[in-house]
Nanobody, 123 residues
Framework: EVQLVESGGGSVQAGGSLRLSCAAS????????IGWFRQAPGKERERVAC????????YIVDSVKGRFTISSDNAKNTIDLQMNDLKPDDTAVYYC????????????????WGRGIQVTVSS
């Protein structure tokens, strides 16, 4: 059974930190793009960060550069998103997502989605 299981969400005050984790199972972790999308109420879903497990290349959306870091542990089939200096605009449901080969940021390419995890940042 294919699974992407997110953990680590919650509520923090602005300026705080959270670390999201995603554990993948049921499919090969080799040569995929895996990362995070988020969707805030009333807004479109946006890609936040992605890592290509084949070559380690990373993508971070401009709005979180310098604050968020994505990393992977290919031996454990997990990725993490370290989120520092959180802002109220970061409030959203965060989804772990995986696509074949590498990160493209093109939602139709996403093959697997997690259920999502809530991140709430209060001012």
């Amino acid at each position: 059974e294919v699974q992407l299981v997110e953990s680590g969400g919650g509520s923090v005050q602005a300026g705080g930190s959270l670390r999201l984790s995603c554990a993948a199972s049921g499919f090969s972790f080799d040569d995929i793009g895996i990362g995070w999308f988020r969707q805030a109420p009333g807004k479109e879903r946006e890609r936040v960060a992605c890592i290509s497990t084949g070559d380690g290349s990373r993508y971070i959306v401009d709005s979180v550069k310098g604050r968020f870091t994505i990393s992977s542990d290919n031996a454990k089939n997990t990725i993490d998103l370290q989120m520092n200096d959180l802002k109220p605009d970061d409030t959203a449901v965060y989804y772990c997502a995986a696509e074949p080969y590498q990160c493209t940021g093109y939602s139709p390419n996403i093959k697997y989605w997690g259920r999502g995890i809530q991140v709430t940042v209060s001012s």
